[in-house]
Structures are given as C-alpha cells and as structure tokens.
C-alpha cells in the first residue's frame, strides 16, 4: 500500500540515451512535483503539476519533460541524458485541494538514483 | 525571497540524550508552513512535523518538538531520548502561499545527525 511509488529505484544508463522516470501516488493528492537532490544532498524543485496542470518550471533543461496523464501520475522523460544530470530524482505529491495549501506536507517517494555513464 | 538556512552540517549526540537541530528562515509572506524531514541512509525522505505560521503552539510529535520562534524567524527540531536510528540527514523546509514559489517546498542544506552509542 506504497503511497508514493516511483520506478526504477536505479537506472544506470549512458550518455546521450533518453529515459524515463514513472511515479504514481495512491493518497488522492491533488499537487505532485518532481525534486533533485545532487551530489551534496541539496534538494531542489523541478517541475510541480496541480490537477494535471503544469505549475512550477524551474530552471531545467527542456531536455527535461514532465508528464502527467492524470492526477496520480506525473511521469520524468529526459533526453539526451549527460553526465551532469547524474543525481537522485524524488516525486512527491500534496493534498492541496482547492489552492496550493502552505500546510500540506509532501509525501515523497523513495527516489530513483540515476547514474549516467 | 524564500530561504532556508541550517548552519550546522553535521552533529553529534549521545544516545538517549537530546539534540536540536537549528533551521532559520526568511519570507515576506505571513502564510507560510515549516517542516521537518529526516532521509536515513537508505535514502527516503520521511515528513517528521510541521508547524504553521499561524500557530500559538510548538508542534510535537512523539519525540520531536518544534521549537517555533517567529520573532527570531527559527524553527528548531529537538529530538528527545537519541536513537540510534535517529542517525540521519535532517532537512527543514519551508512553503509558502504566495511570491514566485506558488507553494513549492524549499529546502535548506540538511544537517546530518551521528547518534553516538
């Protein structure tokens, strides 16, 4: 009864390869993020979709695509995969019914370390 | 802007005594949520406690406190009685309703937390 699911835990692949990240969550949240934590443990927001709906674009390279085919799944395609992008990617997800609701924690899944040779 | 900082990278404590780690903030937005998250070193991210901007109380929650000073803009973890499975990464975090972040959950750096037998 995982509440916030990702496949694979590892993925080890090289560059210039494209692959992809699947997560799924079963807590009925409406809000679900994609997060990377580097080398140095810092975690940082990537992507976050609100009832399918992209909200929050950081930074990323447009190698990076999200998708969402409905409110329990936000999936991470990545192109061109390049040594940089060598990190642990987490989804998580949040209540956040109506508006983004500043008390709802994120529930995260376990991650999926991604290592590019 | 937003920002989380937690000044102590590493820490030491002695089973069964008690350890607090310190986390300051900065927001300009009245609305705002402070949690606690613990990643051991199997790598999941585990939703500790949260207090909000707007509570009278500190959070507990078992053996975590929160020790919530809005003035001073801190929002200190204290956990009593060390375990030896307390021995992990320590992240504070913060949401906000409103500015660039539309309820994103930013972290600080992590502290992580050696529990001494």
């Known amino acids: 009864d995982t509440a916030v699911s990702q496949t694979p835990k590892y993925l080890v692949t090289q560059m210039g390869n494209d692959k992809s990240i699947k997560c799924e969550q079963n807590l009925g949240h409406d809000t679900m993020y994609w997060y990377k934590q580097d080398s140095k443990k810092f975690l940082k927001i990537m992507f976050s979709y609100n009832n399918k709906e992209l909200i929050i674009n950081e930074t990323v390279p447009n190698r990076f695509s999200p998708k969402s085919p409905d409110k329990a799944h936000l999936n991470l395609h990545i192109n061109s995969l390049e040594l940089g992008d060598s990190a642990v990617y987490f989804c998580a997800s949040s209540q956040d019914r109506t508006s983004i609701s500043y008390n709802s924690p994120l529930h995260f899944g376990n991650g999926t370390r991604l290592t590019v040779t | 802007a937003q920002k989380i900082t937690q000044t102590q990278p590493g820490m030491f404590v002695q089973e069964k005594e008690a350890v607090t780690l310190d986390c300051t903030y900065d927001t300009s937005d009245p609305s705002y949520g402070l949690f606690w998250y613990k990643q051991p070193s199997s790598g999941e991210m585990i939703f500790l406690i949260y207090?909000?901007?707007?509570?009278?109380q500190n959070a507990t929650e078992g053996r975590y406190s929160l020790n919530f000073q809005k003035a001073r803009k801190s929002a200190n973890l204290v956990i009593s009685a060390s375990q030896l499975g307390d021995s992990a990464m320590y992240f504070c975090a913060m949401r906000q309703n409103y500015g660039g972040s539309q309820g994103n959950l930013i972290f600080g750096k992590g502290t992580k937390l050696s529990v001494k037998p």
């Open positions: 207090q909000g901007s707007y509570d009278q």
